[in-house]
């Protein structure tokens, strides 16, 4: 009737609204700031030769790669742990774009590029700025991909052995009927902070370097893996553990696919990271051969966790730029109020400091990845080396957090529609939870960064305090840097002597103070990039909002006064509340 036919919503009519939803480009091309980064840091000659790549590739990660992520995110991985017959089989099904994921990878060179090392120190960078492209794409393939960088740069530190050729060659090939993944099994169920005190698992030799390995591994995050570095506790000939962990290799599987001495118990129900087969294993004789020395495992451990941070951090990272991207794209296409949201101010400063965040994290990832591959290809001093060491558990901390902050802030600002499952940014939340549990907590890696200033004698610190004052130095010559540059000095000036005073409290205000010296770092590295794009109005502007929030309240603010031992009597009253 001419009712229904003149109103807007009737039968198969619904209404004439649809919102533009919020897209992505060419994820290289649509981010000048990493660009003019690269250009600053690379040598042109080099990238020349690399940007047609990340082009190429920025390209894939916003179209196709994208879509099979998406499909990595609705197929979840599956166990079957019986056939018909009652046979125990424990079949893991992964879905055909996780497939493809692991062949794009090894095509692409994402593990390859620093082991091929075509371009001198500068071969890790491009590898981590084509991962950070790849990251918020990749389903989650980033995850086994970090393990296997993890595993392929410790079989090299360690040098190449017997049993591991075979490994270093596929970690690291471009040929995707190579090419393996590596998982890192390390948690088990008493605790995954306290390696050392939580592992069980028991290693029974056979001949030489052969072992067989008892125990039970509670997170194995990539259970598709090819193969395992693991860590165990030697028994001897009295059947008593080792005092001290050794670290072990293996393959997951042996030469007729059957797998090697393991059964997958069950695959873990969790919050995000859906695509990835995170499983619980029984280890019941798993073959497997001695990589470290012995009693050196959880050394070798810390050392390829390193590198494992650092992608944990770019991920982080990649994440926000993402989120944001999204963001940004859907404020040029949503209304509210009879104008486009970009248009409000409120949103739009909303949205500014969450880029301060991405911007300002992407200058220290750089900064650590060029000191990682300067280290690989023994170029970097000792001093570099400390530094590395030092800022990497910062780096993870900080950005962990950040990027839970930055994605959930991100949802909020694509409004109701940011939480909806289909539009394919929900998981980026989700994801970015575990970011700050697995690969050391917080609190582990703040005390760790303590630790180290421990180790070195207080050298890490005076090394990472010394960059910054250098900097604060060059950057006073410039009339619009030299407030910035002389805050910054005192402050750091201020912190060395606040961890002569205060030694002791520190372990309680660890965590402040390693996001306090993440920020006076990332002050540094902005400053410099000032200087590098000599004082771009933008790059003045992230300076200036950096710099504008309390870059280490635990030094300049009465925080401290928590850390006393009557505070933190008081802390735990109040915490526990009669509990
Ligand atoms: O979670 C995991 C995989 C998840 C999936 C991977 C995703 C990757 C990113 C992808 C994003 C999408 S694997 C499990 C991760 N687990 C952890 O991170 C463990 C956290 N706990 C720690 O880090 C602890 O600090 C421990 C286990 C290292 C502390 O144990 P101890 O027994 O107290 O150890 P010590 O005594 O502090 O250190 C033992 C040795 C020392 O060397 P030596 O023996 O030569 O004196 C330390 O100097 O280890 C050395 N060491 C280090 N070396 C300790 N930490 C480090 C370090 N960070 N760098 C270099
Ligand atoms: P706990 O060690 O029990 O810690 C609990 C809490 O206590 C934490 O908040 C911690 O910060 C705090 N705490 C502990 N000690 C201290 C201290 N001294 N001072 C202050 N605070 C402290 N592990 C693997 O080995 N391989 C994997 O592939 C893997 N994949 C994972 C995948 C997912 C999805 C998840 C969630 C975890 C995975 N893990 C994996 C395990 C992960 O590394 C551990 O969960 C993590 O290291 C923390 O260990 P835990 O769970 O035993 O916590």
Request: glycine share 6%; net charge positive.
């Given at each position: 009737?001419?009712?229904?036919?003149?109103?807007?919503?009737?039968?198969?009519?619904?209404?004439?609204?649809?919102?533009?939803?919020?897209?992505?480009?060419?994820?290289?091309?649509e981010d000048p700031f990493l660009r003019e980064q690269l250009e600053i840091e690379i040598p042109k000659e080099y990238l020349k030769e690399i940007e047609p790549d990340l082009y190429q590739f920025g390209h894939q990660v916003a179209t196709n790669i994208f879509q099979l992520s998406l499909e990595c995110e609705k197929n979840v991985p599956r166990l079957e742990k019986f056939d018909a017959?009652?046979?125990?089989?424990?079949?893991?099904?992964?879905?055909?774009?996780?497939?493809?994921?692991?062949?794009?990878?090894?095509?692409?060179?994402?593990?390859?590029?620093?082991?091929?090392?075509?371009?001198?120190?500068?071969?890790?960078?491009?590898?981590?700025?084509?991962?950070?492209?790849?990251?918020?794409?990749?389903?989650?393939?980033?995850?086994?991909?970090?393990?296997?960088?993890?595993?392929?740069?410790?079989?090299?530190?360690?040098?190449?052995?017997?049993?591991?050729?075979?490994?270093?060659?596929?970690?690291?090939s471009r040929d995707p009927n190579k090419f393996w993944t590596s998982g890192q099994w390390m948690t088990e169920r008493k605790g995954g902070s306290d390696v050392s005190e939580g592992t069980e698992t028991e290693a029974y030799i056979q001949t030489g370097d052969h072992y067989k390995l008892y125990g039970f591994k509670w997170f194995s995050s990539a259970t598709d893996s090819d193969m395992?570095?693991?860590?165990?506790?030697?028994?001897d000939q009295n059947n008593k553990p080792s005092k001290d962990l050794t670290m072990f290799f293996a393959k997951i599987r042996k030469d007729d696919e059957s797998l090697n001495g393991v059964e997958i118990q069950r695959l873990k129900n969790k919050l995000g990271t859906r695509q990835l087969p995170t499983a619980e294993l029984l280890l019941d004789g798993m073959d497997a051969y001695r990589?470290?020395?012995?009693?050196?495992?959880?050394?070798?451990?810390?050392?390829?966790?390193?590198?494992?941070?650092?992608?944990?951090?770019?991920?982080?990272?990649?994440?926000?730029?993402?989120?944001?991207?999204?963001?940004?794209?859907?404020?040029?296409?949503?209304?509210?109020?009879?104008?486009?949201?970009?248009?409000?101010?409120?949103?739009?400063?909303?949205?500014?400091?969450?880029?301060?965040?991405?911007?300002?994290?992407?200058?220290?990832?750089?900064?650590?990845?060029?000191?990682?591959?300067?280290?690989?290809?023994?170029?970097?001093?000792?001093?570099?080396?400390?530094?590395?060491?030092?800022?990497?558990?910062?780096?993870?901390?900080?950005?962990?957090?950040?990027?839970?902050?930055?994605?959930?802030?991100?949802?909020?600002?694509?409004?109701?529609?940011?939480?909806?499952?289909?539009?394919?940014?929900?998981?980026?939340?989700?994801?970015?939870?575990?970011?700050?549990?697995?690969?050391?907590?917080?609190?582990?890696?703040?005390?760790?960064?303590?630790?180290?200033?421990?180790?070195?004698?207080?050298?890490?610190?005076?090394?990472?305090?010394?960059?910054?004052?250098?900097?604060?130095?060059?950057?006073?010559?410039?009339?619009?840097?030299?407030?910035?540059?002389?805050?910054?000095?005192?402050?750091?000036?201020?912190?060395?002597?606040?961890?002569?005073?205060?030694?002791?409290?520190?372990?309680?205000?660890?965590?402040?103070?390693?996001?306090?010296?993440?920020?006076?770092?990332?002050?540094?590295?902005?400053?410099?990039?000032?200087?590098?794009?000599?004082?771009?109005?933008?790059?003045?502007?992230?300076?200036?909002?950096?710099?504008?929030?309390?870059?280490?309240?635990?030094?300049?603010?009465?925080?401290?006064?928590?850390?006393?031992?009557?505070?933190?009597?008081?802390?735990?009253?109040?915490?526990?509340?009669?509990?």
């Open positions: 009737n001419l009712q229904s036919n003149l109103a807007s919503f009737a039968g198969s009519k619904r209404g004439n609204f649809f919102q533009n939803e919020p897209k992505i480009s060419n994820q290289y091309e017959w009652g046979n125990r089989i424990d079949k893991l099904i992964v879905c055909e774009a996780w497939k493809q994921m692991k062949n794009i990878s090894a095509k692409e060179g994402l593990i390859a590029i620093p082991y091929e090392n075509n371009f001198s120190i500068y071969s890790r960078l491009y590898q981590i700025a084509k991962l950070y492209l790849f990251a918020p794409s990749s389903g989650l393939y980033s995850c086994p991909l970090a393990m296997t960088d993890g595993a392929a740069r410790t079989i090299q530190a360690i040098g190449v052995q017997e049993f591991t050729k075979e490994a270093y060659e596929r970690l690291t395992t570095v693991t860590l165990a506790r030697i028994m990589m470290s020395e012995i009693g050196k495992g959880v050394s070798r451990v810390s050392s390829m966790l390193n590198i494992t941070r650092i992608h944990n951090s770019l991920n982080a990272i990649a994440f926000m730029r993402r989120a944001i991207n999204f963001a940004r794209d859907y404020a040029t296409k949503r209304k509210a109020f009879g104008k486009l949201i970009i248009e409000h101010d409120l949103h739009c400063h909303t949205l500014g400091n969450m880029e301060v965040e991405c911007r300002a994290s992407l200058l220290t990832l750089f900064f650590v990845a060029k000191l990682l591959g300067k280290m690989e290809c023994n170029q970097a001093s000792k001093e570099e080396l400390e530094l590395l060491r030092f800022i990497t558990p910062l780096l993870k901390i900080y950005t962990a957090k950040q990027s839970i902050a930055v994605t959930s802030e991100c949802i909020e600002a694509i409004g109701g529609q940011g939480y909806i499952e289909d539009t394919g940014i929900p998981n980026l939340l989700r994801d970015s939870q575990v970011l700050s549990i697995w690969e050391g907590t917080t609190n582990i890696l703040s005390l760790d960064a303590l630790r180290s200033i421990k180790k070195s004698n207080g050298e890490s610190l005076q090394i990472f305090f010394k960059h910054i004052l250098k900097t604060c130095e060059q950057a006073k010559k410039f009339d619009r840097l030299l407030e910035k540059s002389v805050i910054l000095e005192k402050m750091s000036k201020k912190v060395l002597k606040f961890v002569q005073i205060n030694n002791n409290e520190l372990v309680v205000g660890a965590r402040e103070f390693s996001f306090g010296l993440y920020r006076l770092f990332t002050a540094c590295l902005i400053m410099e990039r000032c200087m590098k794009t000599n004082l771009k109005e933008t790059d003045l502007f992230l300076l200036e909002k950096w710099f504008n929030q309390d870059l280490i309240p635990v030094v300049t603010n009465s925080a401290k006064n928590f850390y006393t031992k009557d505070s933190l009597k008081i802390n735990k009253h109040f915490f526990m509340n009669g509990h």
